[in-house]
C-alpha cells in the first residue's frame, strides 16, 4: 500500500542550509525535483528577503554544483540549483532509493520533508540507508495514502500511532529484539518512559478494537 511519510533534518545537514547563516528568517521551500541523468534539479522558493543578489546568500557547499536566480516576485525568489550527487546527503539517498519527494520546507531550525513510498518496507529501507550514511533524520509521521481508516487507526493517536509503526519497522516486536527502546526514543525524540507508554497505550487500543470486531462477528454466529 502507497506510504506517505514526513521527517525532519538539522537545518545545516542540507546544502541550502546555509543561507540560514546569512538570512535567519527566511523560509525555503522545494517546489520539485526533475531527474535528468546525473543530477537533479529541483526548484525552490525563497521568502522573507530582499536583496539584490540572492545567489550570493547561498554559501559555497560540496553538495551544490551551481544555483542561478529563475525569476523574483516582491520578497519571493524562485531559483534552481544542480546538485553533486555524489555528495552523502538526504537528496542523493531519496534518488538512491527511488523515493519521489512531495515536499520540502526549510528554516533555520529545520528541514521538514514529506516523501512517498509505494509501500511501507521502501521507507524503511531509505531510514535504513540514512542511517548507514549517519544522516540525522527523525520521523514525524507516517500514513497509508488512502484515506480509509480502519476502527483500530481511529482508535490510536498520531503518536501512539507513529511509535508503533517505528517499533515494528526496527523490529523491536521480534525475538530476540533488535531495537532498545532507548534506541526508539532517541529516533522519535522522546524519553524512553514515553515510548513504553505510547506503545502500551498503543497496544491497547488495538486489542480493544481487534477484541471488540471478534465480539461482534461471535455475536453475529
Not at 86 to 95: A, D, F, I, P, R
Not at 202 to 220: C, V
Request: with cysteine.
Amino acid at each position: 500500500m502507497a506510504t506517505e511519510a514526513t521527517f525532519t533534518v538539522p537545518s545545516d545537514q542540507f546544502p541550502l542550509g546555509t543561507v540560514f547563516e546569512q538570512l535567519p528568517d527566511v523560509t525555503v521551500e522545494l517546489e520539485r525535483i526533475i531527474p535528468a541523468q546525473d543530477v537533479v534539479i529541483p526548484y525552490f522558493w525563497v521568502r522573507g528577503t530582499v536583496v539584490d543578489d540572492i545567489e550570493d546568500a547561498f554559501t559555497g557547499h560540496p553538495g551544490v554544483d551551481d544555483i542561478r536566480l529563475v525569476d523574483s516576485v516582491a520578497d519571493e525568489y524562485l531559483l534552481r540549483v544542480e546538485w553533486a550527487l555524489e555528495y552523502s546527503g538526504v537528496l542523493s539517498t531519496l534518488v538512491e532509493t527511488e523515493i519521489p519527494l512531495i515536499k520540502a520546507i526549510g528554516t533555520n531550525r529545520r528541514w521538514t520533508f514529506e516523501v512517498r513510498g509505494d509501500a511501507r518496507s521502501d521507507l524503511a529501507a531509505f531510514q535504513q540507508r540514512c542511517r548507514d550514511q549517519e544522516i540525522p533524520i527523525t520521523p514525524t509521521e507516517i500514513h497509508a495514502l488512502t484515506p480509509v481508516e480502519t476502527a483500530t487507526e481511529e482508535a490510536l493517536t498520531d503518536t501512539q500511532q507513529e511509535a508503533l509503526v517505528l517499533a515494528y519497522q526496527r523490529g523491536y516486536f521480534e525475538s530476540p529484539r533488535e531495537v532498545t527502546m532507548e534506541e526508539l526514543g532517541d529516533e522519535l525524540g522522546i524519553s524512553q518512559q514515553a515510548v513504553a507508554s505510547r506503545l502500551r497505550r498503543g497496544i491497547k487500543h488495538i486489542l480493544g478494537s481487534t477484541l471488540s470486531e471478534t465480539e461482534q462477528l461471535t455475536d453475529r454466529r
